[in-house]
T-cell receptor
Framework: GAGVSQSPSNKVTEKGKDVELRCDPI?????LYWYRQSLGQGLEFLIY????????KSGLPSDRFSAERTGGSVSTLTIQRTQQEDSAVYLC????????????FGPGTRLTVL | KQEVTQIPAALSVPEGENLVLNCSFT??????LQWFRQDPGKGLTSLLL?????REQTSGRLNASLDKSSGRSTLYIAASQPGDSATYLC??????????????FGQGTTLQVKP
């Protein structure tokens, strides 16, 4: 079946602009995660959605970052007033409900802020 | 705070060699540990997942072990091939009350297998 998909695959933007990154999880997966992978910091957790529960936003680096998940499926990560330090690969992952299951990752969106 | 460390950061071996990648974590309270593979410019592919109650998992030429009490895991690759060249990432899922299943990653080991 289809895996996790993300769009766009690459995004180049100018400092100060807003960007939206999209994630389509595997059908039936109730849990969805966003991670960020940057050269200096490695892979870091950003935000977690589980069904209709309140999301865990503890990994978001600043209030310029926000995310939503509509209808328990597609998720959008929004970065407002982008900064050069936001340049990274943003990865989305989904899994079935239980913690013991593996997470399936998408190919990522490479964001470059000029 | 859980921290995950992987040693070595990079490794270059000739084809056919058996090799071991190391992962250590500071807090033994984990649900599970996973090993992932990442090819350049690509996402992560799960290789092996070891639950906290398990000692090892095997898939083909790969074997991962877990010693939770000492905070260590190893990934053993037998008879390495050039196609094994990639970055290998270790990640743990902390078992805390407010756990969300989020993963804490190591910095990875970049493996090059030379023909």
């Amino acid at each position: 079946g289809a895996g996790v998909s993300q769009s766009p695959s690459n995004k180049v933007t100018e400092k100060g602009k807003d960007v939206e990154l999209r994630c389509d999880p595997i059908s039936g997966h109730t849990a969805l995660y966003w991670y960020r992978q940057s050269l200096g910091q490695g892979l870091e957790f950003l935000i977690y959605f589980q069904g209709n529960s309140a999301p865990d936003k503890s990994g978001l680096p600043s209030d310029r970052f926000s995310a939503e998940r509509t209808g328990g499926s597609v998720s959008t990560l929004t970065i407002q007033r982008t900064q050069q330090e936001d340049s990274a690969v943003y990865l989305c992952a989904s899994r079935l409900a239980v913690f013991t299951d593996t997470q399936y990752f998408g190919p990522g969106t490479r964001l470059t802020v000029l | 705070k859980q921290e995950v460390t992987q040693i070595p950061a990079a490794l270059s071996v000739p084809e056919g060699e058996n090799l071991v990648l190391n992962c250590s974590f500071t807090d033994s309270a984990i649900y599970n540990l996973q090993w992932f593979r990442q090819d350049p410019g690509k996402g992560l592919t799960s290789l092996l997942l070891i639950q906290s109650s398990q000692r090892e998992q095997t898939s083909g030429r790969l074997n991962a072990s877990l010693d939770k009490s000492s905070g260590r895991s190893t990934l053993y690759i037998a008879a390495s091939q050039p196609g094994d060249s990639a970055t290998y990432l270790c990640a743990v899922s902390p078992s805390i009350t407010s756990n969300t299943g989020k993963l804490i990653f190591g910095q990875g080991t970049t493996l090059q297998v030379k023909p």
